[in-house]
């Protein structure tokens, strides 16, 4: 919620918190890849629309999975734009680059250790053989994945480069240094415990730390071993997590939910990876089958939840911003699918920025009840000033914009 005036203008950095009548908060949940570029995009739509404030401005962050990312980038003072920068080679970053590489490093160790063991487990599957008629192949199928390594990537890269990120006194890698509060989410593999990094105990775990943890999702990424715990994604428990943020004592909280299942109406036909196009979910494979489930058992937990939302926190005003339960690209494209980022973020974008524009005045009443200005008026500015020079990614972004200004114009009833 910001005064940018170029798309990619050169980075701003806080001008000093301004004092409000409510505590406000930012609930980022997880998504993997796909779901923190989601996230960048729909910040971007919200620093846009807002006059009085930016999403640097929140008094609380809570972070989970993916979201834990961009929430320890947000508290410490970096901007959707410097974001969106990292995300785009061609643009010219003070951030460093962040490619597949940094993040996704084998895990060498556990693959090794498996291997030693090799030989015993193949002893052992043979013995099972004997008893062929007493198991079935997922009992067989369970057997040899006994045999691989606890995950296939180290999230030691994620905690690398937070840490390169927030290495001075202006980003501090410390819960107990930042101007405000952040709270990033894990889970204890053993107790199922939910372990919130920020809160007493846990304040002394590096930022990177905890959002190496909060990101290590099972299978993909080992566990991460810390306190004599073993501990995983913070969103196994919950996606959201947004009762730290009505803990912390917030009025207002805004709520970006990137995972939703898919709804097939038939109307149409669902893109794949491969580029050809599927008619049901299931002609797309096992991927997509679990892919859906996953996001199907998240979400009707998270809807359970808001539906409680209104009783359970009364005088807490609460924003839901997720995709359309229809949204084809939020489904065709894998969590951990980094190609296709910047499609993904000026998707968010959009998608964001339509939602506000179908219910604007309701937004904007809510806004203001927390001290809070939002104006149609300043994305079309933002539209007015961007110059015929602009880079083609520029480009792509002002024609976002152009899409959606006339909608919130005559929504807010301040069209010229």
């Known amino acids: 919620m910001g005064k940018v005036v170029d798309i990619e203008s050169k980075p701003r950095r806080r001008a000093g918190r301004r004092k409000r009548p409510s ?22 739509a919200l620093d846009l629309l807002a006059v009085n404030s930016t999403v640097n401005d929140f008094d609380v962050y809570v972070g989970t999975s993916a979201g834990s990312f961009v929430a320890s980038m947000l508290a410490s003072g970096i901007t959707p734009d410097e974001m969106m920068q990292v995300l785009n080679s061609r643009v010219p970053s003070e951030l460093e680059d962040l490619d597949l590489g940094k993040v996704l490093k ?62 001075d006194s202006s980003r501090p890698n410390d819960f107990r240094l930042l101007e405000t509060e ?17 809160e007493p105990g846990w304040q002394d775990v590096p930022i990177s730390k905890a959002v190496e943890c909060s990101t290590t999702l099972p299978i993909v990424y080992k566990p991460v071993e810390l306190k004599g715990r073993q501990l995983v994604d913070g969103g196994i428990r919950s996606t959201t997590n947004v009762d730290i943020a009505v803990e912390k004592g917030a009025k207002f909280i805004i ?7 898919y709804v097939n109406d038939f109307e149409r036909t669902i893109p794949t990876v491969f580029g050809n196009r ?15 489930t996953f996001r199907l058992i998240a979400h009707a937990r998270l809807h359970q939840a808001v539906e409680q939302w209104e009783e359970k926190y009364p ?42 524009a ?3 005045e309701r937004y904007e009443e809510i806004a203001q009840r927390h001290g809070l200005e939002i104006s149609a008026r300043r994305v079309r500015r933002v539209v007015e000033t961007a110059s015929e020079e602009e880079a083609e990614q520029t480009s792509a972004w002002r024609r976002v914009l152009e899409q959606t200004t006339s909608v919130l114009l005559r929504q807010s009833g301040e069209a010229s």
């Open 23 to 44: 505590k406000t908060a930012l609930v980022l949940g997880g998504g993997g890849f796909t779901g923190g570029v989601y996230e960048i995009g729909a910040l971007r």
């Open 106 to 167: 084998p895990n060498y160790l556990g693959f090794v250790t498996k291997a030693a063991q090799l030989p015993l487990r193949t002893l052992e599957l043979v013995r099972s053989l004997a008893r062929i008629g007493e198991l079935s192949a997922i009992d067989l199928g369970v057997g040899l994945a006994e045999a691989l390594p606890t995950g296939l990537y180290s999230g030691a890269g994620i905690n690398d480069y937070i840490a390169g990120v927030l290495n």
């Open 182 to 198: 952040l709270y990033l989410t894990a889970t204890d593999l053993d107790t199922t415990e939910r372990i919130v990094f920020g």
């Open 255 to 261: 709520v970006v939910n990137p995972l939703v299942p």
């Open 278 to 292: 599927a008619r049901r979910v299931s002609d797309m494979g096992l991927p997509a089958i679990a892919n859906q």
């Open 315 to 356: 005088g807490v005003d609460i924003i839901l911003l997720e995709p359309d339960p229809t949204d084809e690209l939020m489904f065709g494209t894998p969590i951990m699918d980094y190609s296709r980022r910047l499609q993904i973020a000026r998707h968010g974008f959009e998608s964001v920025t339509a939602t506000l």
């Open 358 to 360: 179908k219910d604007y």
